[in-house]
């Protein structure tokens, strides 16, 4: 039962080794590597002000004084 036991605590501590140390770190060198981290400096503002994505409430509003902006 004892050798059981160690077993069981052996695979449960390689579990978390894995799931909290390997896994964050492959993920981090692999990020480094390619070079691609994302960029903070984005908003969706940005999309507005570029014309990308209408204000949904701008459209709203000319659907309610009977104007259309095409």
């Given amino acids: 039962m ?3 036991n160690r077993i069981q605590e052996i695979v449960s501590m390689g579990l978390a ?8 770190a492959f993920i981090i ?3 480094i590597r390619k070079k691609k981290l994302p960029n903070n400096q984005y908003t ?4 507005i ?3 990308k994505v209408r204000d ?3 459209e709203n509003d000319g659907a309610k004084n009977g104007l ?3």
């Fill in 68 to 70: 259309r902006n095409e």
């Fill in 49 to 51: 002000l570029d014309g």
């Fill in 2 to 4: 004892e050798i059981i």
């Fill in 56 to 58: 949904p409430e701008e």
């Fill in 29 to 31: 060198i692999r990020a």
């Fill in 44 to 47: 969706p503002l940005d999309d």
């Fill in 17 to 24: 080794f894995v799931v909290y140390l390997a896994i964050p």
